[in-house]
């Protein structure tokens, strides 16, 4: 009885990458002296923490000083039911990142084939970018697991369109928007280039069955938001869908994308950010508020800021967004673990070249992998590229390098049999 291979991969898949978090959390990252190793640098645990205990949130600002709910809350839950013990956490964010290589997989296997699938999978399980935030109280882990599931949600959508699909879509955009509220625009951009497949392939769609599948996406998407949306407003008296902050990233990005700081003589996560703050200060003293004390008293200053600087100098807008372009792809905290991301990010585009060639040749619909990808980097380009913000997208790049390496290996082996 022969062993079937293809229901046994997405195991073996998990247990390769649960193996490799496992390793970096109990011995891996409290070795390492590359990058901060404080326990909660961004205080996820402590707000969990304060969920767990029915203390709310009030203590971290009246909109989280720009997060968004749904890390903090997955926390919470962990805590509430087994306990305040860190190491659950980092066990739970294992399990997530042991999925999100088997949710490559199952893209590579739909888009492409088996092989490109499997090879994008090992590729997620041993990637040091994905493997450095899993012991650490960083949102990148879940982050990412809801990204990768929301693309895997829109392949299937694109294959085989329906109701239930397009309802499941919605929902983890909407999960992954309220993980990190950059992504709320993902939905209606994979909207738009749908449709434009649909009109590339010249077939027959009738008009319910292209606008019913949209009302129930964005439906969704837009239920499953309102409750945060709501709470929102009953605490500060304003719309906000999620959170606040896009002022405050387009004016860090002034700083981040200076020379130095792009260049790397100066550490940009230290220097840069005390600069960022230094100027928040500044601008809010000058407007007569306290930085921080109310999170809609200092997004509206901000915003003005914001208004005002890329109206005095357009050119410098230009720039940064320029600089910002590369910059997310390798701005790290050091130069080493830039250099490393800078690598990584290079390598992977390298072998994906190939792979885009054939998608067109074969006319693959490859764009449901370059939508996220340029849909973040294109976004935060004009606002603020750290290459920790690349994080996410690393599964779908590496399924296009999966697919670059798929082709180079049968061109070899077709080469192999032609001169045997």
């Known amino acids: 009885m022969k062993t079937n291979w293809s229901a046994r991969i997405p195991w073996l898949l998990f247990g390769l990458a649960l193996s490799t978090a496992l390793a970096v959390i109990l011995v891996g990252f409290k070795a390492q002296a590359l990058v901060d190793n ?32 749904l890390y903090p809350m997955m926390i919470a839950a962990i805590y509430r039911l087994f306990g305040e013990h860190e190491l659950l956490v980092q066990i739970a964010q294992a399990v997530l990142f042991g999925g999100t290589s088997v949710l490559a997989y199952a893209i ?31 949102l990148e882990t879940l982050f990412t697991f809801l990204l990768t599931a929301s693309v895997l949600l829109g392949v299937r959508f694109y294959q085989k369109p329906s109701v239930g699909r397009a309802s499941a879509f919605g929902l983890l955009c909407a999960l992954t928007a309220l993980t990190k509220a950059v992504a709320v625009l993902l939905l209606p951009l994979f909207v738009v280039f749908w449709w434009i497949s649909l009109k590339r392939s010249r077939t027959a769609v009738a008009t319910r069955a292209v606008i019913l599948p949209v009302i129930f996406m964005v439906g969704t998407m837009s239920l499953t938001i309102a409750p945060w949306t709501a709470r929102n407003y009953i605490v500060t008296g304003h719309l906000v869908p999620i959170s606040t902050g896009f002022s405050d990233a387009f004016l860090r990005g002034y700083v981040f994308s200076k020379t130095e700081y792009a260049t790397l003589r100066q550490p940009p996560y230290t220097d840069g950010e005390n600069e960022s703050n230094a100027m928040f200060r500044s601008i809010c003293e000058r407007a007569g508020v306290v930085w921080e004390k109310d999170d809609y008293e200092t997004d509206k200053v901000l915003n003005q800021a914001a208004k005002e600087r890329l109206l005095a100098d357009p050119g410098a807008f230009v720039r940064k967004t320029l600089v910002g372009f590369f910059t997310f792809w390798y701005e790290m905290t050091s130069l080493k673990t830039s250099l490393a991301a800078g690598a990584m990010a290079l390598v992977a585009w390298l072998f994906a070249v190939p792979g885009l060639r054939r998608s067109w040749t074969e006319k693959q619909p490859v764009w449901l992998l370059l939508v996220p990808i340029f849909y973040f980097n294109l976004l935060l380009a004009p606002l603020l590229a750290l290459g920790r913000y690349s994080v996410p997208i690393v599964p779908c790049l590496s399924l296009l390098a999966a697919f670059g390496l798929d082709t180079l290996w049968t061109k070899w082996s077709t080469r192999q049999r032609q001169t045997a």
Do not use: K, Q
């Open 38 to 69: 404080r326990p909660d640098p961004y205080w996820f645990s402590a707000m969990g923490r304060s969920l767990a205990r029915g203390e709310g949130l009030s203590a971290y600002g009246s909109l989280l000083h720009r997060r968004a709910p």
């Open 108 to 138: 590579g296997r739909r888009v492409y084939n088996d092989r490109t699938g499997l090879i994008a999978g090992v590729l997620c399980a041993v990637h040091p970018a994905l493997l450095r935030y899993v012991a650490d109280f960083h």
